[in-house]
T-cell receptor, first 119, second 114 residues
């Protein structure tokens, strides 16, 4: 079984500044994926970034990067140069990895962090 | 926007009734997963359908059931609705066994049970 915990119910940041969202997880799997999803008021869940647990290098996607600490089971999301459009609920999630290296598509989500970007 | 569509977008039902929610998957995807998202919470995995068969279930009672059709679209059925079933129901399609592991979500169906 997997568990994901997000301990920050709400965060706020000024436009153009940097913010870090925290996530811890627990899993008995040796191979797994970690994800950050964004859910704006439109309700559409959008993938922000993903990390394969076997990769030591932290994933980056433009302004988004992660700090993956496997031993500590920590997976934080850093958003640089925050934009008004980043305002959304952010979810950390995990999934097991199949033998072929793909995700099972059975995600375990955290409780979410509401991020508000102020002008 | 993704190619995953859900219908209806909103629904109001009475306690004890039955409801069917629908999801059409992204073109080329063979798997649909359903999630229940209570207000202010993270989504919880209900079950997954792969090649028309249930392929894993979360901690949900049997009154939550589903189907997947040959075109990989899917239905979620909930019998004997309870007030606590009020939630946003999300479906996500993915290609299990393929090179790309990303799951694409629909916009959800908001179910209110009164």
């Amino acid at each position: 079984a997997q568990t994901v915990t997000q301990s920050q119910p709400e965060m706020s940041v000024q436009e153009a500044e940097t913010v870090t969202l925290s996530c811890t997880y627990d899993t008995s799997e040796s191979n797994y994926y970690l994800f950050w999803y964004k859910q704006p008021p439109s309700r559409q869940m959008i993938l922000v970034i993903r990390q394969e647990a076997y990769k030591q290098q932290n994933a980056t996607e433009n302004r988004f990067s992660v700090n993956f600490q496997k031993a500590a089971k920590s997976f934080s999301l850093k958003i640089s140069d925050s934009q008004l459009g980043d305002t959304a609920m952010y979810f950390c999630a995990s999934d097991s990895m199949q033998a072929g290296g793909t995700s099972y598509g059975k995600l375990t989500f955290g409780q979410g962090t509401i991020l508000t970007v102020h002008p | 926007e993704t190619g995953v569509t859900q219908s209806p977008t909103h629904l109001i039902k009475t306690r004890g009734q039955q409801v069917t929610l629908r999801c059409s998957s992204q073109s080329g995807h063979n798997t649909v997963s359903w999630y229940q998202q209570a207000l202010g919470q993270g989504p919880q995995f209900i079950f997954q359908y792969y090649r028309e068969e249930e392929n894993g279930r979360g901690n949900f009672p049997p009154r939550f059931s589903g189907l997947q059709f040959p075109n990989y679209s899917s239905e979620l059925n909930v019998n004997a609705l309870e007030l606590d079933d009020s939630a946003l129901y999300l479906c996500a399609s993915s290609l299990v066994g393929g090179a790309d592991t990303e799951a694409f979500f629909g916009q959800g169906t908001r179910l209110t049970v009164v």
